[in-house]
């Protein structure tokens, strides 16, 4: 059984077949799947979803792309819905030099608040970092976030910035992108990463997996990563399995 740490199945990309998409994830051994709610929009929309099916949980928190729109009652807002049953962690979090579309230091505010405010509520969080290691390193450290750890959500950096994060609490999740036939260095780290840290997630509707590279992602690819990640690290797909899924168990808290 797998389980998917971070997907967006409330997504329009899904409006049309949602309930089918979430279907095949059961029927391709995904037991559990986290959805993440990121802003004002998607928050709630996450929140319905993890109270329509038994097995999606939540995560809620403030996506730095974003950071520009996030006002300090979103920041209580957040607070109090980290007391619903179905809320796992904060995030996704953290920093992103893509896009740029907020100010870098308004998405490092942004980023230091919800640490805080996880350590606060010693919830775990999830961390987006798009071409920003160094800085989303130091501001972990920084606002000792090893206190509460966390997800570095589909890693991308190299085996210096993993480890780093490793020594703050931090699991590895590893999404579509290590699939790809050219996705040397995501390779690279994932075989150093250790087992009792590794991820799997789709990020669904995006970074859809080899075959499928360029289509519509959907949680029930989890599995090609989950092979993927198998074959790195010399395993059978059933022992990769139950190793991701136990450390999804751990650091979520699941049942």
Known sequence: MLIDTHAHLDSPEFAEDR????ARALENGVKTIVNIGFNAETIPSTIRLAETYDFIYAVVGWHPVDAKDMKDEHLDWIE????HPKVVGIGEMGLDYHWDTSPRDVQAEVFRKQIRLARKLQKPIVIH???AH???IQILREEKAGDVGGIMHCFSGSWETAKLALDMNFFISFGG????????????VAAKVPLDRLLIETDSPYLTPHPFRGKRNESAYVRYVAEQLAEIHG?????????????????YRLP
């Open 129 to 131: 970092n798009r071409e």
């Open 80 to 83: 109090e819905l980290t007391r």
């Open 235 to 251: 395993l059978s797909y059933e022992e990769l399995a139950k190793i991701t899924s136990e450390n999804a168990r751990t650091v």
């Open 177 to 188: 992108p290590v699939t790809f036939k050219n996705a040397k260095q995501p390779k690279e």
């Open 134 to 136: 160094q800085d989303v």
């Open 19 to 22: 309930d089918e998409v979430i």
